[in-house]
């Protein structure tokens, strides 16, 4: 037997490829075990092969088989071949973004996150099972009609930054920032709402009267987006927003560790690694209760109600940054939290899922 995954883009650095590459390690100690991409990174074709090299599926009883799709964005060759294929599927859902936020930014990508959702719904007759990181993306694969779904925590190590030193430029750098430092983590997309944080930062600024930095750190995908981030910025006058781009990990661990508070607007996650790794940072955190971050954050941080705006995040985040006792209570808390993310029991619950669905 072996069990194969399927996803459409491998790329380094990407967080479902990440989990693919994790996933093959486990799956390695049953049988055979590869990874088949739509679209590969170049410097992953030595660990994923394309799907048009799918001839490495052949087996002698393929009915015994089984193929780990993970479902992320649409893709027609991707959907046609699954449909092809005699294998047993587990779907293995990371979240689809819903494609309306994004039609103003990249009417193309939209699409594809459009059919995406489409070609989920229509894999939920054929496969043998649905595995998801969270009860929230759980919910929506019964939604769409799963029947056989498994919630699995995600395989994460909160504490995997732990040790790494920032560059010593970056170190004389971070140490020339005055006053505190407030930061995200995460893509620049339109479901992340960076301009609210950027709105909220200028409350908590002009009003608040509180000097500050905020830190955006992650990749610009979006261009558009991009643009009317930058307008954003020069329209409120914020003069100390530093959006930093694609990062190395020790340079995570500098902003991290330089972090008084972290922010995130996000309306749609389906689970959400950077406020684990902030909380494993002794960080305080401060998100808005949308979709599977109360999930994921619990009590260890401060949650919005969703009807709240770019006031009540800004005078959060003020409480955070003055109200020691707050912030002792959360980065108490944030301790407790990260130690209830177990790799291994993540690991376990996995791999006891694929193999019942193998059996």
């Known amino acids: ?47 994923v092969w394309e799907l048009k090299d799918s001839d490495w599926l052949a087996s002698e009883s393929p009915e015994d088989d089984m193929i780990v799709f993970h479902a992320s964005i649409g893709e027609p060759a991707v ?38 959702r489409r070609e989920l719904v229509r894999l939920a007759d054929r496969a043998t099972m649905a595995v998801a990181v969270s009860e929230y993306n759980a919910a929506e694969l019964t939604a769409m009609g799963y029947r056989n ?17 920032p560059p010593p430029a970056m170190q004389q750098w971070l140490g020339a920032l005055e006053g505190p430092v407030i930061v995200f983590v995460g893509q620049l997309l339109p479901h992340k709402r960076p301009d609210f944080l950027l709105e909220s930062f200028h409350v908590l600024t002009t009003y608040l009267q509180r000097p500050a930095t905020l830190v955006l750190v992650g990749n610009h995908r979006l261009s558009r987006l991009s643009k009317a981030l930058g307008d954003l ?18 340079e995570l661990a500098g902003w991290y560790g330089r972090a008084d508070a972290f922010v995130t607007a996000s309306e749609h996650e389906g689970f959400c690694v950077p406020p684990l790794e902030a909380m494993a940072h002794d960080v305080p955190v401060v998100a808005r209760r949308f979709a599977a971050l109360p999930e994921t954050i619990g009590d260890a941080g401060v949650l919005l109600d969703p009807e709240s705006g770019p006031v009540q995040m800004a005078e959060a985040i003020f409480r955070v940054l003055t ?37």
């Open 1 to 47: 037997m072996q069990i194969n995954q399927v996803m459409v883009s491998a790329r380094p650095g990407d967080a479902v490829t990440t989990s693919a590459l994790e996933l093959r390690g486990l799956l390695r100690r049953i049988g055979r075990s590869e990874i088949f991409a739509r679209y590969v990174h170049e410097s992953l074709h030595h660990d």
């Open 79 to 116: 959907d046609a071949f699954l449909a092809g294929r005699p294998e047993r599927l587990v779907v293995y859902y990371h979240n689809i973004s819903p494609p309306e936020l994004f039609y103003e930014y990249d009417p193309n990508l939209a699409g594809l996150l459009e059919s995406g």
């Open 149 to 165: 779904v498994r919630v699995s925590p995600l395989i994460t190590d909160p504490q995997r930054l732990a040790g790494l030193e």
């Open 233 to 250: 910025t020069r329209e409120l006058n914020l003069d100390r927003v530093i959006m930093t781009g694609a990062v190395t990990d020790p």
């Open 323 to 359: 109200d020691a006792a707050l912030r002792a209570e959360l980065i108490e808390r944030g301790r407790r939290r990260v130690r209830a993310y177990d790799a291994l029991a993540a690991r376990t619950s996995l791999l006891r899922h694929l193999v019942e669905a193998a059996a």
